[in-house]
């Protein structure tokens, strides 16, 4: 039989087709042209490996089943694979079903999908034992049942664990309301087959979603395949700078919305318009603000729920760095008049060194507990802070002046090699995360090698080897509160926890661990004023009130400060509960 | 007789009791605490003239014995009404107007961390100051005379790291006071004033700041105290920038005076609570929010409900006594409209 393939109602089709393809290309080709260098040698010499294998499971698993959603609530999950699985088979299995019934010849792209039409009059009956009517029907329920949850999730989105859901531009609009229609659309084509202006509604649906898809949100739909190899083949973004790289991230954002809940700004400060599927949203149209790139707590609580893994807390001090304008190098120059040269050079020779930061010195009481428990425990300590320390550089990092933050970095560097540490204990976890992060002191490149510990882990570790005895004064309950620098920045969850065990007994509010709140009052936020951050530590401090507990602990000199002013609770530091305890 | 309940026997509070007698009414003070004065009670001098504050508070509490005026002392208030007001326990005091006068709290210098308030032992606030004063026995913890003294301003003002915003008005005279009588004690010491503005808005304020400056050579430096730690000797290091010459400073002081707010009273948040849908309103600050600060600076928008004195922002003590006056004249006219 000779088929054309060919009938008006097709062109809206081939036209939207052709856009997105067109569209597709020259975005990926000119980001991946942009890479840097060093990303393009990452990208040739860990594409034939075991990573690029990894890279095509996770594209299963995540761009077709999209299981991370279905860990956020199994409706959500059950709409998405419905969307992504169902569609995908459809085509799989229409394009089986075009070998099928008219054998290995060229069929244009056309003739797959609109296959019912072209083969009217043809018997349909099953071939090489398989019911391909049957299936195709059932593939197109199944999708048909994800559209109906999709629908009804815009108007109740609460019944699919989501307590709000993203507000959406004029191209996502566009794009949602031709896809609602494509599905039926079809069902009713395929249906009444003979029926020519059903074949052109779906035809038309087909086309304008298309042509609106890279334009909008469902921009995800393929982006999220390259951004998984690139990902596994090493590539990050960066803080210090935006890089082509974070369009990949910044396009595969479905602004699904699973972002929103978790965010506290929303939760308790009202704020409505700078969650990160709005952030990423305002970036990728180049209308991101300052205020919005500023407004962010960087809690990593967003970053923790993403279902697509984007980078979100590096995506947006990129954005701060960016924003912030030229590099700041000379307009406050921090460094003036510190002597570094004080105290004896070698004067902490293989000894600990201790890094109080400006937020521990701004609370004697930690500090005076560091001391007693140093003389308790014997340890000989040089007091970074007292010998020229400077500023330990993450709130510049954090408010997007990587210059300036570098230039405290280098002089803190040299002040420990100067003075011939071999650990460098603080007891403040925004300190920790830039020593970790940044300085690299422990990696032996510039230098012998500097042991970085929180004092959470350093404490730990005297108990452990028998240096600090502690008494029981009573049976005490505690709670804890994870700092975020600390828990999901350092991944420090244990250590705080096994020194409470030793003294008392520990109770946990609802959500803990990586999932436990912010206090409110984080650094990296400087758009919000006063009002919003006990707002937010007040609802903390609720949740820690409901456990009963006599005391909040916690293991960061700043949410010590915020959670004091959001609760009625004695708030303490690790290091004070240790010394109330000293044998 | 009509009878007016007044919460609080401070300055505000005994004065408008006072007026209230004159008018022909019959009010009734009831004091939570053992003895009518407020705060004043415990102040030493006060600015700008100097007066010793004992001869304030033995006016009013004066008169108020003459005047036989029923105090109720050891009573807490719980809620306000304009029919009267509950006492703790659930007791009713039916009244036919209430005048709120509960005052203001002193800033807990605690919640200032860095200044080490009750973790070093030079650090005082102004109020120990005055204590200390009145007792006569100004000295450092070991007994000794202070060598170098620093009076840090705004603590617990205008600083939205502890939830105040508003500046309590009062204490800039404060430390200009406060300095000049440690000039008097300790004639030998430098004494330092670290401010942000100096606010001399009363009448002979801004004589007496140029007086403690070149009378009695207390040294003022434009800057907030970012910090304060112990020195190997015993003594206080604290950290400051000095924003007219642009430079950070370090400074070793014997003693350090922390000149703390004043706080919107606590039981102002109990007030407006007991009230859901109107009544006592709150400012942002916590303090109660009159209906405006004109001519109804002493009224609530409650009726029968009135204001006096530092429940509703920071005042001075005469300020306060000419609410209490205020207060009685709009109580007055009130039951006057109602007969």
Same mark, same amino acid.
């Given at each position: 039989?000779?088929?054309?393939?060919?009938?008006?109602?097709?062109?809206?089709?081939?036209?939207?087709?052709?856009?997105?393809?067109?569209?597709?290309?020259?975005?990926?080709?000119?980001?991946?042209?942009?890479?840097?260098?060093?990303?393009?040698?990452?990208?040739?010499?860990?594409?034939? +490996?075991?990573?690029?294998?990894?890279?095509?499971?996770?594209?299963?698993?995540?761009?077709?089943?999209?299981?991370?959603?279905?860990?956020?609530?199994?409706?959500?999950?059950?709409?998405?694979?419905?969307?992504?699985?169902?569609?995908?088979?459809?085509?799989?299995?229409?394009?089986?079903e075009?070998?099928a019934y008219?054998?290995?010849?060229?069929?244009?792209?056309?003739?797959?999908?609109?296959f019912d039409?072209?083969t009217q009059g043809m018997d349909h009956g099953p071939r090489?034992?398989?019911d391909f009517e049957l299936?195709m029907?059932?593939?197109?329920?199944?999708?048909?049942?994800?559209?109906? @949850?999709?629908?009804?999730?815009?108007?109740?989105?609460?019944?699919?664990?989501?307590?709000?859901?993203?507000?959406?531009?004029?191209?996502?609009?566009?794009?949602?309301?031709?896809?609602?229609?494509?599905?039926?659309?079809?069902?009713?084509?395929?249906?009444?087959p003979?029926?020519?202006?059903?074949?052109?509604?779906?035809?038309?649906?087909?086309?304008?979603?298309?042509?609106?898809?890279?334009?909008?949100?469902?921009?995800?739909?393929?982006?999220?395949?390259?951004?998984?190899?690139?990902?596994?083949?090493?590539?990050?973004?960066?803080?210090?700078?935006?890089?082509?790289?974070?369009?990949?991230?910044?396009?595969?954002?479905?602004?699904?919305?699973?972002?929103?809940?978790?965010?506290?700004?929303?939760?308790?400060?009202?704020?409505?318009?700078?969650?990160?599927?709005?952030?990423?949203?305002?970036?990728?149209?180049?209308?991101?603000?300052?205020?919005?790139?500023?407004?962010?707590?960087?809690?990593?609580?967003?970053?923790?729920?993403?279902?697509?893994?984007?980078?979100?807390?590096?995506?947006?001090?990129? +954005?701060?760095?960016?924003?912030?304008?030229?590099?700041?190098?000379?307009?406050?120059?921090?460094?003036?008049?510190?002597?570094?040269?004080?105290?004896?050079?070698?004067?902490?020779?293989?000894?600990?060194?201790?890094?109080?930061?400006?937020?521990?010195?701004? +609370?004697?009481?930690?500090?005076?507990?560091?001391?007693?428990?140093?003389?308790?425990?014997?340890?000989?300590?040089?007091?970074?802070?007292?010998?020229?320390?400077?500023?330990?550089?993450?709130?510049?990092?954090?408010?997007?002046? @990587?210059?300036?933050?570098?230039?405290?970095?280098?002089?803190?560097?040299? @002040?420990?090699?100067?003075?011939?540490?071999?650990?460098?204990?603080?007891?403040?976890?925004?300190?920790?995360?830039?020593?970790?992060?940044?300085?690299?002191?422990?990696?032996?490149?510039?230098?012998?090698?500097?042991?970085?510990?929180?004092?959470?882990?350093?404490?730990?570790?005297?108990?452990?080897?028998?240096?600090?005895?502690?008494?029981?004064?009573?049976?005490?309950?505690?709670?804890?509160?994870?700092?975020?620098?600390?828990?999901?920045?350092?991944?420090?969850?244990?250590?705080?926890?096994?020194?409470?065990?030793?003294?008392?007994?520990?109770?946990?509010?609802?959500?803990?661990?990586?999932?436990?709140?912010?206090?409110?009052?984080? @650094?990296?936020?400087?758009?919000?004023?006063?009002?919003?951050?006990?707002?937010?530590?007040?609802?903390?401090?609720?949740?820690?009130?409901?456990?009963?507990?006599?005391?909040?602990?916690?293991?960061?000199?700043?949410?010590?400060?915020?959670?004091?002013?959001?609760?009625?609770?004695?708030?303490?530091?690790?290091?004070?509960?240790?010394?109330?305890?000293?044998? | 007789?009509? %009878?007016?309940?007044?919460?609080?026997?401070?300055?505000?509070?005994?004065?408008?009791?006072?007026?209230?007698?004159?008018?022909?009414?019959?009010?009734?003070?009831?004091?939570?605490?053992?003895?009518?004065?407020?705060?004043?009670?415990?102040?030493?001098?006060?600015?700008?003239?100097?007066?010793?504050?004992?001869?304030?508070?033995?006016?009013?509490?004066?008169?108020?014995?003459?005047?036989?005026?029923?105090?109720?002392?050891?009573?807490?208030?719980?809620?306000?009404?304009?029919?009267?007001?509950?006492?703790?326990?659930?007791?009713?005091?039916?009244?036919?107007?209430?005048?709120?006068?509960?005052?203001?709290?002193?800033?807990?210098?605690?919640?200032?961390?860095?200044?080490?308030?009750?973790?070093?032992?030079?650090?005082?606030?102004?109020?120990?100051?005055?204590?200390?004063?009145? %007792?006569?026995?100004?000295?450092?913890?070991?007994?000794?005379?202070?060598?170098?003294?620093?009076?840090?301003?705004?603590?617990?003002?205008?600083?939205?790291?502890?939830?105040?915003?508003?500046?309590?008005?009062?204490?800039?005279?404060?430390?200009?006071?406060?300095?000049?009588?440690?000039?008097?004690?300790?004639?030998?010491?430098?004494?330092?004033?670290?401010?942000?503005?100096?606010?001399?808005?009363?009448?002979?304020?801004?004589?007496?700041?140029?007086?403690?400056?070149?009378?009695?050579?207390?040294?003022?430096?434009?800057?907030?105290?970012?910090?304060?730690?112990?020195?190997?000797?015993?003594?206080?290091?604290?950290?400051?920038?000095?924003?007219?010459?642009?430079?950070?400073?370090?400074?070793?002081?014997?003693?350090?005076?922390?000149?703390?707010?004043?706080?919107?009273?606590?039981?102002?948040?109990?007030?407006?609570?007991?009230?859901?849908?109107?009544?006592?309103?709150?400012?942002?600050?916590?303090?109660?929010?009159?209906?405006?600060?004109?001519?109804?600076?002493?009224?609530?928008?409650?009726?029968?409900?009135?204001?006096?004195?530092?429940?509703?922002?920071?005042?001075?003590?005469?300020?306060?006594?000419?609410?209490?006056?205020?207060?009685?004249?709009?109580?007055?006219?009130?039951?006057?409209?109602?007969?």
């Amino acid at each position: 039989m000779e088929m054309t393939f060919y009938s008006g109602f097709v062109i809206p089709f081939i036209v939207g087709t052709s856009v997105l393809f067109a569209v597709i290309l020259y975005k990926y080709v000119r980001w991946m042209a942009r890479l840097p260098r060093r990303d393009k040698l990452l990208v040739w010499r860990r594409m034939f +490996s075991v990573a690029t294998l990894k890279g095509l499971w996770e594209c299963f698993t995540e761009c077709l089943l999209h299981r991370r959603i279905w860990r956020v609530n199994p409706l959500l999950g059950y709409m998405h694979t419905a969307f992504a699985l169902g569609w995908f088979l459809l085509i799989v299995v229409g394009w089986v079903e075009t070998v099928a019934y008219l054998g290995w010849r060229f069929v244009p792209l056309q003739g797959h999908i609109f296959f019912d039409y072209f083969t009217q009059g043809m018997d349909h009956g099953p071939r090489w034992g398989i019911d391909f009517e049957l299936i195709m029907d059932i593939l197109l329920l199944y999708v048909l049942s994800g559209l109906a @949850l999709a629908v009804f999730k815009r108007f109740r989105s609460r019944s699919l664990g989501m307590k709000r859901t993203t507000r959406l531009t004029l191209g996502d609009r566009t794009a949602m309301g031709a896809l609602w229609f494509v599905f039926p659309m079809r069902l009713l084509a395929e249906s009444f087959p003979s029926q020519l202006p059903l074949w052109w509604g779906y035809s038309i649906a087909l086309g304008v979603f298309f042509v609106a898809m890279p334009f909008s949100r469902y921009m995800h739909i393929f982006t999220e395949i390259p951004l998984i190899f690139l990902r596994r083949w090493g590539i990050r973004s960066e803080a210090g700078r935006e890089k082509s790289f974070d369009h990949f991230q910044l396009e595969a954002c479905s602004r699904c919305g699973v972002c929103i809940d978790p965010c506290q700004l929303q939760r308790d400060a009202g704020f409505w318009n700078v969650q990160s599927a709005y952030f990423i949203r305002d970036r990728r149209y180049n209308n991101l603000t300052r205020y919005v790139a500023d407004n962010c707590l960087l809690c990593g609580r967003c970053q923790r729920s993403c279902p697509v893994g984007l980078e979100l807390d590096t995506l947006r001090l990129g +954005s701060r760095w960016t924003l912030s304008g030229a590099p700041s190098n000379g307009r406050f120059n921090y460094a003036r008049g510190v002597d570094l040269s004080s105290g004896a050079a070698g004067s902490g020779d293989r000894r600990v060194g201790y890094f109080a930061g400006c937020m521990t010195l701004l +609370s004697p009481r930690i500090l005076r507990a560091m001391e007693r428990i140093f003389d308790a425990a014997g340890e000989p300590v040089w007091w970074a802070d007292r010998d020229g320390g400077v500023c330990c550089g993450r709130p510049l990092k954090l408010s997007g002046d @990587l210059d300036a933050a570098r230039d405290m970095m280098r002089m803190n560097t040299e @002040l420990f090699r100067n003075h011939c540490i071999t650990m460098l204990v603080t007891s403040c976890p925004i300190c920790l995360r830039v020593f970790r992060e940044d300085y690299r002191l422990d990696t032996g490149v510039d230098g012998p090698k500097i042991e970085v510990l929180h004092h959470s882990e350093y404490f730990a570790r005297l108990i452990a080897e028998g240096r600090l005895t502690l008494k029981e004064v009573g049976s005490q309950l505690f709670t804890y509160h994870d700092p975020c620098e600390l828990g999901r920045g350092c991944g420090i969850y244990d250590a705080p926890r096994e020194i409470i065990a030793a003294v008392g007994s520990l109770v946990e509010p609802t959500e803990t661990r990586s999932k436990a709140l912010c206090c409110g009052s984080s @650094l990296a936020n400087t758009a919000i004023n006063d009002i919003a951050q006990v707002r937010m530590a007040q609802t903390v401090g609720r949740d820690f009130e409901a456990t009963g507990a006599a005391t909040l602990v916690t293991a960061c000199p700043l949410c010590k400060k915020a959670l004091a002013r959001g609760t009625s609770l004695p708030v303490q530091d690790l290091a004070e509960i240790i010394e109330h305890h000293l044998a | 007789m009509k %009878k007016v309940a007044v919460i609080g026997g401070g300055p505000a509070g005994m004065q408008a009791a006072l007026s209230l007698v004159q008018m022909g009414l019959a009010p009734v003070i009831v004091e939570c605490s053992s003895a009518l004065g407020g705060k004043l009670k415990d102040w030493h001098q006060l600015f700008p003239s100097m007066t010793p504050a004992h001869e304030v508070l033995d006016e009013l509490t004066g008169q108020i014995a003459d005047a036989g005026v029923e105090v109720m002392l050891h009573t807490e208030v719980e809620g306000v009404t304009g029919q009267g007001v509950t006492l703790a326990g659930g007791r009713k005091l039916e009244a036919d107007a209430v005048v709120v006068a509960s005052g203001f709290d002193i800033f807990d210098a605690r919640l200032k961390e860095e200044y080490g308030y009750h973790i070093y032992d030079n650090v005082f606030t102004t109020v120990d100051v005055e204590r200390m004063l009145n %007792k006569g026995a100004v000295a450092l913890h070991d007994g000794s005379a202070p060598r170098r003294i620093a009076f840090v301003h705004c603590v617990g003002s205008r600083d939205e790291k502890v939830n105040q915003k508003h500046c309590s008005k009062v204490c800039c005279i404060t430390g200009v006071k406060q300095a000049m009588e440690m000039r008097t004690l300790f004639p030998e010491a430098e004494i330092f004033n670290f401010y942000m503005d100096i606010r001399m808005f009363g009448p002979g304020y801004e004589e007496m700041y140029q007086s403690a400056q070149q009378d009695y050579g207390i040294n003022f430096i434009r800057g907030r105290v970012s910090e304060a730690s112990p020195t190997i000797d015993g003594r206080l290091q604290i950290k400051a920038e000095d924003t007219l010459v642009g430079r950070p400073m370090k400074m070793t002081v014997d003693m350090l005076v922390l000149l703390v707010g004043m706080k919107a009273g606590g039981s102002n948040a109990k007030f407006s609570a007991a009230l859901p849908g109107g009544g006592i309103t709150l400012s942002s600050s916590g303090f109660v929010a009159p209906v405006d600060l004109f001519a109804g600076n002493v009224s609530s928008g409650l009726e029968g409900v009135f204001y006096a004195g530092t429940v509703s922002a920071p005042k001075t003590i005469g300020e306060s006594i000419d609410e209490g006056a205020m207060a009685a004249l709009r109580v007055a006219e009130y039951l006057k409209g109602r007969k």
